[in-house]
């Protein structure tokens, strides 16, 4: 029985900075960050846009009231947690009006748990025929002003419909996850921002891709000529190129390199102007591979999903006939085209008061058609969402 990916959305806020400032600013070669780390912008969400709001932003458009009635169980991925005990999805399963007899829980593990409750989902669903499950991957990935990290922040949600017969990409039964020990990126409890050690991290990403490739095409026989496509979770864009590039040996022929490399750069075209989004970052990949190569039924992507600390999870996608018509690619281009630039000054406004909490509608609230909810109070710790600005 075929499960998969039935519709698929994403939603980032409204403002950004450009990296040729933020480089500027920071006394920095533009060209590290454009080139080095091959980041161009990076989305600054508002303080009225959190994780959940965000993550029913990117929901919103693609649930029918079908869906609705049969979404068993809704899922959040995120490292951007705003409560140890009360689960994301519960606010967002509220917000969706999705049917009330439903599972909702939020998943941890780094930028790695959207896969995990994806492979949850298709497993929940392999013994509940018509029914549906709601993944959605929301974060705001912030390392603190003038920090090492800063130019690969980012903020935004993607959404990922699980159903039975697919009409995106169907889930192939060939998964392989690989857990290493290792204090390369994470956040204690009671740390505003991650604690990174950048070179580790790089070189984790790297040894968790190439262990768990050598493995998985042993356990499956797959080659990297198999796939039309590698699409990689993207902390910043050079570094799923730096990590592809480590298996594009000798034993791959030019021509296979080039067409995958092709692949590679239209799957990180989203990613370069949102930044990273943490849990969401391969998915946003896999839009951006999606709404801007062009496969034929049956062709297969091979994702590799990475979390710092460190999980990672090799896994591929068959593409469905048909699987065009489900995309939005001018919504998307409209809603990153329209986005405010903000100067260095603003941003560290807006970054300064999101560490503060502290509203401002005015400024927040201006022309952002894309976000039909948005967090408009918090008192005595509770949330309160508007649903129309
Ligand atoms: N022109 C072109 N390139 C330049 C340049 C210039 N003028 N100046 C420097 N560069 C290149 C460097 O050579 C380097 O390239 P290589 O990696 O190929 O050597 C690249 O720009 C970056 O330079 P540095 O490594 O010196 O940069 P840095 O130390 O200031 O920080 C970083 C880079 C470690 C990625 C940092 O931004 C960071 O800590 N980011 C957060 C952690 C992260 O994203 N890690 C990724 C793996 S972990 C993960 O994937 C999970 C997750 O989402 C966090």
Redesign the pocket.
Same mark, same amino acid.
């Given at each position: 029985m075929a499960i998969g990916i039935d519709k698929l959305d994403f939603y980032a806020p409204n403002f950004f900075v450009s990296m040729d400032d933020l480089a500027v600013a920071r006394d920095t070669?533009p060209?590290?960050f454009k080139? +080095?780390?091959g980041q161009s912008k990076m989305a600054v969400n508002p303080v009225s846009q959190d994780i959940i709001s965000m993550g029913v932003n990117a929901a919103q458009d693609i649930l029918s009231e079908d869906d609705k009635e049969n979404i068993d169980m809704v899922v959040v991925a995120t490292e951007s947690g705003i409560d140890h005990s009360k689960a994301a999805a519960i606010e967002i399963h509220d917000l969706l009006q999705i049917q009330p007899f439903a599972r909702c829980i939020e998943m941890k593990e780094?930028?790695y748990s959207a896969t995990a409750a994806i492979q949850l989902g298709k497993d929940f669903l392999s013994n509940r025929p018509g029914k549906k499950v709601l993944v959605i991957a929301s974060d705001i990935?912030r390392?603190g002003l003038n920090s090492? +990290?800063e130019?690969?922040q980012g903020a935004g949600a993607i959404a990922i419909l699980l159903s039975h017969n697919p009409r995106i990409m169907e889930l192939n039964d060939d998964s392989l996850s690989y857990t290493t020990n290792v204090y390369?990126?994470w956040r204690p409890t009671s740390e505003r921002y991650p604690v990174?050690d950048?070179?580790l991290?790089?070189d984790?990403?790297i040894e968790s891709f190439n262990t768990a490739w050598n493995e998985y095409a042993k356990r499956t026989g797959h080659e990297v000529k198999d796939f039309e496509s590698f699409c990689f979770?993207v902390?910043?864009t050079?570094?799923g190129e730096?990590a592809f590039k480590t298996i594009l040996n000798e034993n791959v022929e030019d021509s296979i390199k080039n067409r995958l490399m092709e692949a590679y750069q239209d799957s990180v075209l989203l990613n370069r102007d949102v930044g990273?989004v943490?849990t969401g970052?391969l998915y946003l990949s896999l839009i951006s591979l999606l709404e801007n190569h062009e496969f034929n039924a049956g062709e297969k992507v091979c994702l590799f999903s990475?979390?710092?600390g460190a999980v990672c999870e090799i896994f591929s996608g068959s593409i469905v006939s048909g699987y065009e018509a489900e995309l939005n690619k001018e919504k998307h281009s409209d809603m990153l085209d329209s986005r405010e630039q903000l100067s260095v000054e603003e941003y560290e406004t807006f970054f300064t008061r999101f560490d503060n909490q502290e509203f401002d509608f005015e400024r927040e609230l201006k022309g952002d058609p894309y976000s039909k909810v948005y967090l408009s109070n918090i008192e005595d710790h509770i949330r309160t969402y508007k649903t129309e600005q």
């Open positions: 070669d060209n590290k080139i +080095g780390i780094a930028c990935a390392y090492g +990290g130019p690969t390369d990126f990174v950048g070179k991290s790089k984790a990403y979770h902390p910043f050079k570094m730096k990273n943490y970052s990475y979390g710092s």
